[in-house]
């Protein structure tokens, strides 16, 4: 089992930066996949960020060249770098872990207005 805690979030000025960390205890083995999804008041959770288990990243086009995910195996963190931060990426944001089984972290809010 594996337990998540996001942390970061806040309110920031469009075109802002922001960074996000998420902190994983617990283990398992079949971890392939550390990703970062959103949800916006009164809408889905999407997908905006993923490391494969070799360390290669993934982005929603929405986010593409503004965001970063980088992972520390050491400390067993999960990093979500934001800049140019637009209204439209106001949510909440989660952590996501997947393997034997999937994982999410309770979140934490993202607000970008002025």
């Known amino acids: 089992q594996v337990q998540l805690v996001e942390s970061g979030g806040g309110l920031v000025q469009p075109g802002g930066s922001l960074n996000l960390s998420c902190a994983a205890s617990?283990?398992?083995?079949?971890?392939?996949?550390r990703a970062w999804y959103r949800q916006a008041e009164g809408g889905m959770r999407n997908w905006v960020a993923l490391l494969t288990r070799g360390n290669t990243p993934n982005y929603a086009d929405s986010v593409k060249g503004r965001f970063t995910i980088s992972a520390d195996n050491d400390k067993n963190m999960i990093y979500l770098q934001m800049s140019d931060l637009k209204p439209e990426d106001t949510a909440a944001y989660y952590c996501?872990?997947?393997?034997?089984?999937?994982?999410w972290g309770q979140g934490t809010q993202v607000t970008v207005a002025q």
């Open positions: 996501y872990c997947r393997g034997q089984d999937t994982y």
């Open positions: 617990g283990s398992d083995p079949r971890l392939n996949v």
